[in-house]
């Protein structure tokens, strides 16, 4: 996903839509394209590792589709709201005798 973002917002910045980066990855676009048939090719050789690799990476596709199907069915919630938080400092004098008091 990092690689394929990289992608797009390198093919954003020649466009024009974006401002180029501070930091240019080294040798891209090249290195992002090496670098996901890398990917590719450790899929394929994991899919001929029978029997684990094969099911690993028959699976994968399944289990993606779960995971969206478990995603858009699980009920959306409002974002829980923590309360106020106390300092540390104040926490630790709260416990602790301070240690203004006890040097006195």
Known sequence: MI???QIAYRRA???GELPPPTFRMPGAPF???LTLAF???VVV?????YPAGTWTVGATPVIMLLLVIGWYRIPKKPPML???TVPSAEL?????P???ASSK
């Open 39 to 41: 990917l590719a090719g």
């Open 98 to 100: 301070s240690r203004t």
């Open 31 to 33: 290195t992002s394209w």
């Open 45 to 49: 050789l994991m899919a001929f590792d």
């Open 82 to 84: 923590m309360p106020e």
């Open 3 to 5: 690689l394929l973002s």
């Open 13 to 15: 910045v020649g466009r």
């Open 92 to 96: 630790t004098d709260r416990v602790l």
